[in-house]
């Protein structure tokens, strides 16, 4: 079991829907972070939340909207999504963002798919 | 250029034996980052072992070590006594510095190894 918890697990969506994914962990951990994987392809960074605060955004289209309501959850609202949204979402945390020998823990994963 | 290259798209070994899986990385920075994760099928990233670029010694997790040649700027994982539970992708990842600000950090994946393991 990974002490990075996300839900849900699948979602099945049209691209006129508005849902949202859910990260969640409890290590105290104060830098958040979301990457999407394509099938056989490495994961990419979205956002990086750091002490609650958007640190970093890679140019990531604005129908996928991040918010860190507290140090613990993070979440990725997402609204008019294309069919190549389709992919694994990662949730990842770790102690601080500035420490480079700190390893991201990760989520199991959403696995969305856009109708 | 790549930051972090993974030149063996697809390894096979027999169960008990050890493998070496390839990874090299590109970088003007003195401090830095290197991980090892593995993701099964079922889609988690399990972090596996870590080495940092100040480290001498090369990084030793259970069965997993780290081959750091830094002149060479490789880090390549080595897994010993592979079971038939280590069949997944392996990524290479390296962690610096997102901008010269120093102020964030950003974590780099490489393409990945599938490591099939046989009987």
């Known amino acids: 079991d990974t002490e990075v918890t996300q839900t849900p697990k699948h979602l099945v969506m049209g691209m006129t829907n508005k849902k949202s994914l859910k990260c969640e962990q409890h290590m105290g951990h104060r830098a958040m972070y979301w990457y999407k994987q394509k099938a056989k392809k490495p994961p990419e960074l979205m956002f990086v939340y750091s002490y609650e605060k958007l640190s970093i955004n890679e140019s990531v289209p604005s129908r996928f909207s991040p918010e860190c309501p507290n140090s613990s959850l993070l979440n990725l609202h997402l609204h008019a999504l294309q069919p190549e949204d389709s992919a694994l979402y990662l949730c990842?945390?770790?102690?601080?963002?500035?420490?480079?020998?700190?390893?991201?823990?990760f989520g199991d994963g959403t696995r969305l798919s856009i109708l | 250029a790549q930051k972090i290259t993974q030149t063996q798209p697809g390894m096979f070994v027999q169960e008990k034996e050890a493998v070496t899986l390839d990874c090299t990385y590109d970088?003007?920075?003195?401090?830095?980052?290197l991980f090892w994760y593995k993701q099964p099928s079922s889609g988690e990233m399990i972090f596996l072992i870590y080495q940092g670029s100040y480290d001498e010694q090369n990084a030793t997790e259970g069965r997993y070590s780290l081959n750091f040649q830094k002149a060479r700027k490789s880090a390549n994982l080595v897994i010993s006594a592979s079971q038939l539970g280590d069949s997944a992708m392996y990524f290479c990842a390296m962690r610096e510095w997102f901008d010269i600000t120093g102020t964030a950090s950003k974590l780099t994946f490489g393409t990945g190894t599938r490591l099939q393991v046989t009987l």
């Open positions: 970088t003007s920075d003195q401090s830095y980052g």
């Open positions: 990842a945390s770790s102690q601080r963002l500035l420490e480079l020998n700190q390893p991201q823990h």
